[in-house]
């Protein structure tokens, strides 16, 4: 094989893997994100205690794998020879690092406190405390500021419009 021929194709497996990584990432984080919110405000404290265990175990399995799909990212950008400064990728880097830090630092905890919190209340009805974490104003707004994040993080990555 010619050396363009496999420049191409690196380029191209490059960027397939960074898109397909980041779609699932998307997925397994702020889909099923939104699902345990809705399940938490039904103070089903149950539901909740079933629900979270997984909430928490994913969280820790795809919020680290938010890492990958970023370095999978700057070695699309190297292979493709996009400068790493212009100005899509800068925005998409402020984007990438608010979600995480939100994700991290915001949602990955708020799910763990729920679920210890769960598996303290009594099983006919909430605690105080539980009840209080659920209903939590921060919550409801940092996973809209996310979905808000992401979609500029998708749009920034197709239509790189700086």
């Known amino acids: 094989m010619a050396s363009g021929n496999v420049s191409r ?24 994100g939104l699902f345990f919110a809705r399940i938490a405000k039904s103070e089903n404290v149950g539901a909740i205690r079933s629900v979270f265990s997984v909430a928490v175990a994913r969280a820790r399995v795809f919020g680290p794998m938010t890492l990958l799909v970023a370095l999978v990212g700057f070695w699309a950008a190297y292979v493709r020879g996009i400068p790493l400064s212009a100005g899509w990728l800068i925005a998409s880097y402020v984007t990438f690092a608010l979600l995480f830090v939100i994700g991290v630092g915001f949602h990955a905890r708020w799910e763990a406190k729920i679920l210890a919190l769960a598996q303290a209340s009594p099983l006919d009805a909430p605690s105080a405390e539980l009840k209080a974490a659920i209903h939590s104003p921060l919550e ?23």
């Not at 409801?140 to 998708?154: D, G, K, P, T, Y």
């Open 9 to 32: 194709m690196t380029s191209a497996i490059s960027v397939a893997l960074h898109s397909l990584l980041g779609i699932f990432v998307f997925g397994a984080l702020q889909l099923p």
């Open 140 to 162: 409801s707004v940092l996973h809209w500021v996310s979905i808000v994040l992401w979609i500029a993080l998708f749009y920034f990555m197709i239509a790189k419009p700086f």
